[in-house]
């Protein structure tokens, strides 16, 4: 396989835009989740906070309803609020579902409410990191690379260009190669696990805070499920 080949399989720069149904997909996964959590862990009625993330998927769908090819500065507000929206209800409902825990309210459904709440933050945080970096999806894949904006991110494609030739024909500077959502999606699962930074280095200040956030709020949900788990023991 020639070179040039090689370089037009991998180049997802080249592609009309980023596919929308990755991250559409992972808003619906985030609204059925939040609207499922129990009612002590809610502020308002459980169906006002997924309607509003539902009209601002809708508007947004309707605005790139199969790849990412526009963007207006009200799409790209109103994606980062569908990103926001999803990562303050459900820090509110972690805050909630400590405060039951801390005045000694125990059973099954807040063990559940948790793992929810670790998933959503999973989906929110993954969803506000595909939108801020590098301009947001529209212009990280039609701006040329001098044009985009800083980086926020530092993913290891992003180094690799000097490795053994199999490992860096697929690196950004040989390739084109730009990260999708589901990147940035793998990037906030690993900082919810591990809490910290794996193998995707944080660049800006704005980027190290949202990681400190999320991460944080992964281990006070780690924290309740262990708390449950010790109190279960004979």
Not at 135 to 144: I, L, M, S, T
């Amino acid at each position: 396989m020639s070179s040039k080949s090689v370089h037009e399989r991998s180049d997802r720069r080249a592609a009309a835009g980023e596919n929308r149904l990755p991250p559409a997909c992972a808003v619906v996964v985030a609204v059925v989740v939040y609207a499922l959590l129990p009612s002590a862990v809610l502020i308002t009625n459980r169906l006002i906070v997924p309607g509003v993330e539902v009209l601002l998927l809708i508007a947004l769908l309707v605005t790139n309803p199969k790849r990412m090819t526009r963007q207006t500065r009200w799409s790209r507000s109103a994606s980062i609020a569908l990103a926001m929206l999803l990562i303050l209800t459900n820090l509110v409902a972690l805050g909630l579902l400590v405060s039951q825990i801390t005045n000694g309210e125990s059973g099954g459904d807040l063990l559940v409410a948790a793992m929810q709440i670790w998933l959503t933050n999973v989906i929110g945080f993954g969803l506000l990191y595909w939108e801020l970096d590098r301009g947001g999806p529209v212009v990280r894949r039609e701006a040329a690379r001098p044009d985009l904006p800083d980086a926020d991110w530092r993913f290891s494609q992003d180094e690799n260009d000097d490795a053994v030739i199999e490992v860096s024909r697929g690196s950004s500077m040989k390739s084109g190669w730009i990260p999708i959502f589901v990147d940035y999606l793998y990037l906030s699962l690993t900082n919810s696990s591990a809490f910290s930074p794996t193998d995707t280095m944080p660049l800006t200040s704005r980027a190290k805070m949202l990681m400190g956030v999320q991460a944080t709020a992964a281990l006070l949900t780690t924290l309740v499920v262990v708390a449950f788990a010790v109190g279960s023991l004979p």
